[in-house]
T-cell receptor
Framework: EPEVTQTPSHQVTQMGQEVILRCVPISNHLYFYWYRQILGQKVEFLVSFYNNEISEKSEIFDDQFSVERPDGSNFTLKIRSTKLEDSAMYFC???????????FGQGTRLTVV | AQSVTQPDIHITVSEGASLELRCNYSYGATPYLFWYVQSPGQGLQLLLKYFSGDTLVQGIKGFEAEFKRSQSSFNLRKPSVHWSDAAEYFCAVVPSGAGSYQLTFGKGTKLSVIP
């Protein structure tokens, strides 16, 4: 069964460092998303990406964040200068169209120290 | 702004007992509705979805959910819970039709199962 894969599963970084979280969406999907879940809180939308550009982003997705689809398979989330409050589980998701369900990866747990 | 309410933070049931997890949403029009499950240390797995049509939808692992427009609810049910169902369950909505595809999640209900 096709699945969304994320690497790494856990990343520890020092405050102020740049991190790149990687995702391989399901191969024939066209819509890509990042969500995050701070420990003990709800899952929150960050950004959606379609046709090689951001289609929506939330207030959380400020200038420190960027997304890229560098090739035909990967979808990355970059945090330019990490803060302690960026510590969270980050989920990548993809969907085949707007009107179908999103499939989520296993998540990357980011710990900023 | 749309919102999703899961009023029960934690529910404990005995194995073999029935289960109902509540979900209410606040949105101008009927959204698309989803239930996801998250096992410890795992990602979000889709249990079932409602887009339109029959208001009782069947999902994986023996789960079902009923959409009630009059109550703005989409409660998840299972007739007989298994120990492996212990996990956190999230209700989520997305606006139907054109426009935004941001999933809005509830805070989740943690399910514990007593053997």
């Amino acid at each position: 069964e096709p699945e969304v894969t994320q690497t790494p599963s856990h990343q520890v970084t020092q405050m102020g460092q740049e991190v790149i979280l990687r995702c391989v969406p399901i191969s024939n999907h066209l819509y890509f998303y990042w969500y995050r879940q701070i420990l003990g809180q709800k899952v929150e939308f960050l950004v959606s990406f379609y046709n090689n550009e951001i289609s929506e982003k939330s207030e959380i997705f400020d200038d420190q964040f960027s997304v890229e689809r560098p090739d035909g398979s990967n979808f990355t989330l970059k945090i330019r200068s990490t803060k302690l409050e960026d510590s969270a589980m980050y989920f990548c998701a993809s969907s085949g169209s707007r009107n179908t369900e999103a499939f989520f990866g296993q998540g990357t747990r980011l710990t900023v120290v | 702004a749309q919102s999703v309410t899961q009023p029960d933070i934690h529910i404990t049931v005995s194995e073999g007992a029935s289960l109902e997890l509540r979900c209410n949403y606040s949105y101008g029009a009927t959204p698309y509705l989803f239930w996801y499950v998250q096992s410890p240390g795992q990602g979000l797995q889709l249990l079932l979805k409602y887009f339109s049509g029959d208001t009782l939808v069947q999902g994986i692992k023996g789960f079902e959910a009923e959409f009630k427009r009059s109550q703005s609810s989409f409660n998840l049910r299972k007739p007989s819970v298994h120990w492996s169902d212990a996990a956190e369950y999230f209700c989520a909505v997305v606006p139907s039709g054109a426009g935004s595809y941001q999933l809005t999640f509830g805070k989740g209900t943690k399910l514990s199962v007593i053997p």
